[in-house]
């Protein structure tokens, strides 16, 4: 049977995969146990969490110097702040993660022997039971820690902080908590409406690690698994679109080589070239099926507090004054793998196809609502005629601009996601727009590129806009723009048109002093600039 790329839970022997104890300091982790440390492990979702774990779990029980047990916890989400019933379940978790491994009573017993125990010791007698019966030291790993709320998560947090000084005799040698976010970030509202912060609860953490994405050598090495399975091969010039489209997360990773390689049904055909227009495509059609990682990460898009920090990224603020935004709601959106933040840079969307989705999420129902057709703006030789569209919306954004931008959540970048609904409903007959923004961009670049023909390899015709926030002199700001726009027509390479758009949200302003188009000629190039 050939082999898969994976898109759901474990890897397992029949999936392509990446050696998951390659994937963190393994000798750093064998130290830390050596020391009795406890630490926690965090990563986004559907980042090979689990893999890696039942992998050093596997790896401990194999030397033999430790019994080692993973168990995930999530089952007790459902009863939240119902301490019982979570401190229980993850009683019962833990014996069956034993006992699948070690095929003996021991945890069974335990678990029997502190029935009927006060419910904030129960746990903590229960480890010590199990560790005094055991004849090596125990490596606890408890993965879905987060997924605990509220009382429950305090009252394990804590149980387990309380056997810290009997290890490793009479509690575990090294615990490691698994999760989404470091426990030091929690803030855990219990049932009285106090807030307890993970630290407080879990003072005795050694470290935190986590757990990275996949490098551009692991693409290409999980990419060639594939080829050396099946004799299919993947074009060089696909493997940097892979890279800028994920930037290794690996669930992106995976599912896009098994898009290109099984959903689009021609290329099971194993004698196809995987070539770049084919990856465009894959890429298209995992954005437009929203997969779960996808929906989870659509879903987070309505917090308030993803919002706080993903909003001046898609506004083009120049700067923001992060005083006003909560550190921790930074690190959370960082935590869920939505933005990455890099020494001395500005905080960026985390890859290609993260920035591809939020523009187009928070303008679904908007796209769906346009009565714009693709076909009223082509032209005979099936390319775009960029003139007319933008002569359409301006039109449009006079007429329903301020009634459609209330309708955004992410008011403050209305201007420029209404612009790009509206491109987005027209290209959707045939086409890609390729976006650039973020904070200290002051504009958002993007490049349309469309396609002439329905075959592989054809000509495609690449327009080039900016979009601009007015702040200050228009002439000042034109003349930056038009350096901009030039500058990315060049960066671009082969581009027919390039605009250059600007919003003047000067309340004072009519319209009729707002709506005009003028061309201009920049570096050899004409450049049409546009006021809305």
Aim: aromatic letters at 8%.
């Amino acid at each position: 049977m050939e082999r898969f790329f994976n898109t759901a839970g474990p890897q397992t022997p029949d999936s392509y995969t990446i050696d998951p104890l390659s994937r963190f300091d393994l000798e750093d982790i064998l130290l830390m146990i050596r020391q009795q440390r406890y630490f926690v492990m965090h990563a986004p979702r559907q980042t090979g969490k689990t893999s890696c774990m039942l992998a050093l779990r596997d790896y401990l029980n194999k030397k033999g110097d430790y019994i080692a047990v993973y168990a995930n916890v999530e089952g007790g989400q459902a009863s939240r702040n119902d301490k019982e019933t979570v401190v229980k379940s993850t009683i019962d978790t833990l014996t069956g993660a034993y006992r699948l491994v070690f095929k003996n009573d021991k945890a069974d017993l335990a678990r029997n022997a502190v029935q009927g125990l006060s419910v904030d010791s129960m746990l903590s007698q229960y480890l010590s039971l199990l560790c005094q019966s055991l004849e090596k030291p125990l490596v606890l790993i408890i993965d879905e820690i987060d997924a605990l709320v509220g009382d429950s998560l305090v009252s394990i947090l804590r149980q387990i902080r309380s056997g810290y000084a009997d290890r490793p005799k009479a509690f575990p040698q090294t615990i490691i908590l698994c999760g989404v976010r470091d426990v030091r970030d929690y803030r855990i509202v219990l049932s009285n409406q106090d807030i307890v912060t993970g630290g407080s609860a879990f003072n005795i953490k050694a470290t935190s690690l986590r757990l990275g994405n996949f490098s551009k050598e692991e693409i290409h090495e999980l990419y060639l698994q594939h080829t050396q399975e099946t004799g299919q091969q993947f074009d060089e010039a696909c493997f940097p679109m892979v890279w800028d489209a994920t930037e290794g997360q690996p669930w992106l990773v995976n599912a896009l080589a098994h898009e290109v390689t099984w959903n689009i049904r021609e290329n099971r055909d194993r004698s196809v070239h995987i070539i770049p227009e084919m990856i465009d495509k894959a890429i298209e059609n995992l954005i437009y099926r929203r997969d779960t990682h996808i929906d989870i990460l659509i879903d987070k898009l309505e917090e308030p507090r993803v919002r706080r920090v993903i909003e001046p990224m898609l506004a083009n603020e120049d700067e923001v004054d992060d005083a006003l935004i909560p550190t921790d709601d930074i690190q959370y959106v960082e935590d869920m793998g939505l933005i990455k933040r890099e020494r001395g840079k500005q905080r960026r969307i985390a890859n290609g196809i993260y920035r591809e989705i939020i523009p187009r999420e928070l303008t679904w129902s908007t796209q769906d609502a346009l009565t714009q057709q693709p076909q009223w703006y082509q032209n005979p030789d099936n390319s775009l005629n960029m003139e007319k569209l933008l002569l359409d919306f301006q039109q449009f954004f006079r007429q329903n601009a301020d009634a459609w931008i209330g309708r955004f959540d992410y008011a403050e970048a209305g201007p420029q996601l209404l612009l790009q609904a509206f491109l987005q409903r027209v290209v959707n007959g045939g086409g890609y727009i390729d976006r650039e923004y973020g904070l200290g961009r002051k504009r958002t670049d993007l490049l349309i590129r469309k396609p002439l023909t329905d075959h592989y390899g054809g000509p495609i015709q690449r327009i080039v806009l900016e979009l601009k926030i007015k702040r200050g002199d228009l002439g000042k700001v034109i003349e930056k723009g038009l350096e901009q726009t030039a500058g990315y027509m060049d960066a671009v390479g082969s581009v027919e048109e390039g605009h250059l758009i600007i919003f003047d949200r000067t309340q004072e302003k009519t319209w009729d002093e707002r709506i005009w188009h003028k061309p201009y000629e920049y570096g050899g190039r004409t450049i049409m600039v546009w006021g809305m």
